[in-house]
C-alpha cells in the first residue's frame, strides 16, 4: 500500500481553478484565489480548453496569480486539436510565468465527437506528451487517474495500464477524478501499488455546491453517487441546511483518508471559494493572511 507522507499532520492541500471567459468570471476567479491562498496551498492548477480555446485566459490567469498571489501553479495541457510543437510550446509559455508545473491530459473529445481522435502530428495520448514534457524540461508532472475506471476504457486493467504507462514515462504524481465511495478509491490506490505505481496518488475531492450539477457531471466520468447522498440532500431544506451537509460529507471523506494515510487532498473549486474554504477549515488548516501584490485581475 502507498502512503502519502505528509509535512505536517494534517497533510496539504492543492486547488483547481478554470480561467474565466467573462469580467464578471473574472473578478470571481480572483477572489476565490484571494480567498484559498491564505490555506497555503501546496499548489494550484488552472484548467485548458480543448484545442487551446482557453489559452490566453490560462495563460492570464497564471500571471496573476503567480505575481499577486504568489502561489505554484501548474498549468493544463490536452492532446487535443493541436501539434506536437504547439503543445510543448504551451508548457514553454508556462515557464516563462514561473509555472514549472503541469497537468498532464489525454482531454476530452471536442463537442460533438464520440471519441478522441489525435491531432495528425500531435500526441496520442497523455504517456506520449508526458515523456516530450520531461524531455523538453517539465517540472513536476501531474497526470489523470480513474478510481473508478476512465469511461472510454476497455477494462479496470487497461485503464492500470495506461496510469502506469504515464507514470513510467515521468509523471511525478497522479490526481483522480473526483468520487464519494471512499473504499473504491482505496481499494484503487492497492491495485496500483500491487502492480508497480508507486508515485502519488492524490484524491480529487469535488464540494458539493450544487447536488443536481454534480450528478450531471458524475455522470458523465462514471462517478458513482451513493444512494444516501440523494437521500440526505432530498431531506436538506435550505441552502444552509445544504452547505452544512456538502461540508459535513467533505470532511468525513477527507478524514477516513487521513485514516488510510492519505496525505494531500486536492480540491475541484469550480471558482466557488467559500464552500471549499470552510471544509478544509475545519479539516484544520489555518489562514494565513498574505502580503496580495497590487494589480489587475486575471
Not at 477524478?177 to 490506490?189: A, G, M, N, P, V
Not at 466520468?221 to 444512494?227: A, L, N, R
Not at 452547505?243 to 488510510?260: F, G, K, M, V
Request: aromatic share 8%.
Amino acid at each position: 500500500m502507498v502512503r502519502a507522507v505528509a509535512g505536517h499532520s494534517r497533510g496539504s492541500v492543492s486547488f483547481e481553478f478554470f480561467p474565466p471567459s467573462t469580467p464578471e468570471a473574472t473578478l470571481r476567479l480572483w477572489r476565490s484565489v484571494e480567498r484559498l491562498a491564505p490555506l497555503g496551498p501546496r499548489f494550484v492548477s488552472v484548467t485548458y480548453g480543448a484545442g487551446g480555446t482557453t489559452r490566453d485566459r490560462t495563460l492570464a490567469a497564471i500571471m496573476t496569480i503567480r505575481d499577486r498571489a504568489r502561489l505554484d501553479v501548474a498549468g493544463h495541457l490536452t492532446c487535443v486539436g493541436a501539434t506536437r510543437e504547439e503543445t510543448l510550446e504551451v508548457a514553454r509559455a508556462y515557464r516563462r510565468l514561473g509555472a514549472r508545473a503541469v497537468v498532464a491530459l489525454r482531454g476530452d473529445p471536442p463537442k460533438g465527437t464520440a471519441r478522441f481522435q489525435p491531432h495528425p502530428g500531435g500526441f496520442r495520448n497523455a504517456a506520449e506528451l508526458v515523456a516530450a514534457l520531461k524531455a523538453d524540461g517539465a517540472g513536476e508532472i501531474y497526470v489523470a487517474a480513474y478510481p473508478e475506471v476512465h469511461p472510454e476504457a476497455a477494462s479496470a486493467e487497461a485503464d492500470l495500464d495506461n496510469l502506469r504507462a504515464k507514470v513510467e514515462a515521468g509523471a511525478t504524481a497522479a490526481i483522480t477524478q473526483f468520487f464519494f465511495d471512499t473504499e473504491r478509491f482505496l481499494r484503487f490506490r492497492d491495485r496500483a501499488a500491487a502492480a508497480g505505481i508507486h508515485a502519488p496518488i492524490l484524491p480529487g475531492i469535488l464540494p458539493i455546491e450544487n447536488f443536481e450539477k454534480m450528478c450531471g457531471f458524475a455522470a458523465r466520468c462514471g462517478t458513482h453517487v451513493p444512494e444516501q447522498l440523494h437521500r440526505a440532500f432530498a431531506r436538506a431544506e435550505t441552502a444552509e441546511d445544504r452547505q452544512l451537509l456538502a461540508t459535513a460529507i467533505a470532511c468525513e471523506q477527507c478524514d477516513r483518508l487521513r485514516a488510510e494515510g492519505v496525505g494531500h487532498f486536492h480540491f475541484y473549486t469550480l471558482n466557488n471559494p467559500d464552500l471549499t474554504f470552510n471544509i478544509c477549515r475545519a479539516l484544520g488548516f489555518e489562514a494565513v493572511p498574505l502580503s496580495i501584490a497590487a494589480g489587475g485581475a486575471a
